[in-house]
């Protein structure tokens, strides 16, 4: 409730905005002001590993909480593009789901790596996921809605680890 007794409004976000309604807060709804909050998106050109002149450039809708990338499967099937898995996802609500994955050629600020991705069906939103932002060496800033270059981390031994053997 608002002061005064008004409820407040709540929103829930996608690619295309925020669906706001008032009344009570459910699971997976906000506030308006930060349903929109870090929502961008990023030109990305996707490109067939194998054929690497196929390709297609896209508006993606940057999204951290996606472990892969989807990417429309008509996209990807264009692009010569073939599944070579099925994987299983969850959903933000819980709810489990699978889809097929394969790899493509990502392109973005002049940077390229081939990262897997996951066959999106009609109507599911195209996003970049965290694997394809941390593989290509970017960071989000949400604030300002765009991709910050990153170094590339590793864990890496300078000297052989010991090793103890107890008996």
Do not use: Y
């Not at 925020?18 to 996707?46: D, N, P, Q, Y």
């Not at 959903?91 to 394969?102: M, P, S, T, V, Y």
């Not at 392109?107 to 066959?119: C, E, M, N, R, Y």
């Not at 069906?121 to 970049?128: A, M, S, T």
């Amino acid at each position: 409730m608002q002061p005064g007794g008004t409820r407040a409004e709540i929103c829930r976000a996608d690619g295309e905005g925020a669906e706001c309604v008032t009344e009570r807060a459910r699971v997976g709804w906000v506030t308006k002001e930060a349903a929109r909050v870090g929502l961008f998106e990023v030109s990305v050109t996707l490109a067939n590993p194998a054929a690497p002149q196929r390709s297609e450039t896209l508006s993606l809708l940057v999204d951290t909480g996606a472990t892969l990338s989807w990417i429309p499967r008509k996209v990807l099937e264009n692009l010569g593009i073939r599944p070579t898995a099925k994987l299983e996802f969850q959903l933000a609500d819980g709810r489990l789901l699978q889809r097929d994955a394969g790899a493509a050629l990502f392109t973005i600020d002049g940077k390229a790596l081939s990262i897997p991705v996951a066959f999106a069906e009609h109507g599911e939103e195209p996003v970049l996921g965290a694997t394809a932002l941390e593989a290509l060496g970017f960071a989000v800033d949400p604030i300002e809605k765009k991709l910050l270059p990153r170094r590339l981390l590793a864990l890496q031994r300078m000297v052989p680890r010991k090793v103890v053997i107890v008996s």
